[in-house]
C-alpha cells in the first residue's frame, strides 16, 4: 500500500492544505508509527529540542509523510542498533528539522541521484521515498539536504520557510 501511495503521490500534481501545526506534534505522530520496529532494531531514538512550542504554516499530513520517509530510511540504515536523532530549530527565514543516524551512510557516487524516481540502493526499496519527500518539500517552499558518509551515518535537513507574523515584522523593522 505504501508504495502504491508513494507512487501516486509523485505522479499527480501536488494539493497541500496547509494548517497552523506544531511541529512536535508532528515528528511525535509520525514517530509513533516506527517505534516497534526501532525496538525491535535496539535504534534508540533521541529527540533533542526543547523548543516543543514551534508552530508552523504547513500541511501536517504530507509533513508526517516526508518523516516519515526519511525515518524509515534511517531504520533501515541501521541494521544491528543505532542512534536516531531528532532536531528541530527556528532560524530567521526557516523552520530547521534535523534527522541524523549513525547507520551505514550513502556512497558518495550515489548521493546526487537520491532524489531521483526509481533509484534505490536497498534490494527491497522502490526508490520513490526520497522523490517524493523532495516533492511534498519544494511544494511547502522549502528544501531538503542530505549529507552522508559511508560507515559514520546520514544527517538530513529539512528546511520549511517560516511565516512572520505583522508583529515580528515590526519588531524587525
Known amino acids: ?37 526501532a525496538q525491535k532494531k535496539n535504534i534508540k531514538i533521541n529527540i533533542g529540542s526543547e523548543n516543543h512550542e514551534l508552530f508552523a504554516d504547513l500541511d501536517p499530513d504530507k509533513v508526517k509523510q516526508v518523516l516519515l520517509n526519511v525515518f524509515l530510511n534511517a531504520l533501515a540504515a541501521m541494521k544491528d542498533g543505532g542512534r536516531l536523532d531528532i532536531a528541530w530549530a527556528q532560524e530567521k527565514e526557516n523552520i530547521r528539522l534535523v534527522i541524523a543516524d549513525n547507520g551505514t551512510g550513502i556512497e558518495e557516487a550515489d ?63
Open 111 to 173: 548521493l546526487p541521484r537520491i532524489y531521483d524516481p526509481y533509484f534505490t540502493s536497498k534490494p527491497a526499496g522502490t526508490g520513490l521515498g526520497l522523490a517524493v519527500v523532495q516533492k511534498i518539500m519544494e511544494a511547502h517552499g522549502g528544501k531538503i539536504s542530505v549529507e552522508s558518509a559511508v560507515g559514520k551515518g546520514t544527517k538530513v535537513s529539512l528546511y520549511f520557510p517560516r511565516r512572520i507574523s505583522e508583529e515580528e515584522g515590526r519588531n524587525e523593522k
Open 1 to 37: 500500500n505504501r508504495v502504491i501511495t508513494q507512487l501516486i503521490e509523485f505522479a499527480r500534481p501536488l494539493e497541500l492544505r496547509k494548517e497552523k501545526a506544531r511541529v512536535f506534534d508532528l515528528i511525535h505522530d509520525a514517530l509513533k508509527l516506527i517505534e516497534v520496529d
